[in-house]
């Protein structure tokens, strides 16, 4: 079982930026995909997009494909999410997962992660 540690959410302004940061832990899989997704108030939860094992490979919805952008680190079991740009309707609670499978398009839903995080709140108000 993967532990998901997420941290870095907060309050920005409209157009800000904000980095969430991913800590695994236990029982690691290093070369697991890791996933971003973001559920808000009465609304399903989102897909903010994945990034393979070896972190060369990156998959965005069109919501955010521009804006975000995931990085990882795997010597340090570290994922990132750089978020700019940042619009109202970005504001949510952003969670991570991983999977030991890369995903794309319409296979990336929540079913497709087995390990999460606890989440991290954005707020993109003015």
């Known amino acids: 079982q993967v532990q998901l540690v997420e941290s870095g959410g907060g309050l920005v302004q409209p157009g800000g930026s904000l980095r969430l940061s991913c800590a695994a832990s236990?029982?690691?899989f290093t070369w697991y995909a890791r996933g971003w997704f973001r559920q808000a108030p009465g609304k399903e939860r989102e897909f903010v997009g994945v990034i393979s094992g070896s972190g060369g490979t990156t998959y965005y919805p069109d919501s955010v494909k521009g804006r975000f952008t995931i990085s990882r680190d795997n010597a340090k079991n570290m994922v990132y999410l750089q978020m700019n740009s940042l619009k109202p309707e970005d504001t949510a609670v952003y969670y991570c997962?991983?999977?030991?499978?890369?995903?794309?398009?319409?296979?990336?839903?929540?079913?497709?992660?087995?390990?999460w995080g606890q989440g991290t709140q954005v707020t993109v108000s003015s």
């Open positions: 236990g029982r690691t």
């Open positions: 997962a991983a999977s030991p499978n890369y995903c794309s398009g319409n296979g990336c839903g929540p079913a497709a992660f087995r390990s």
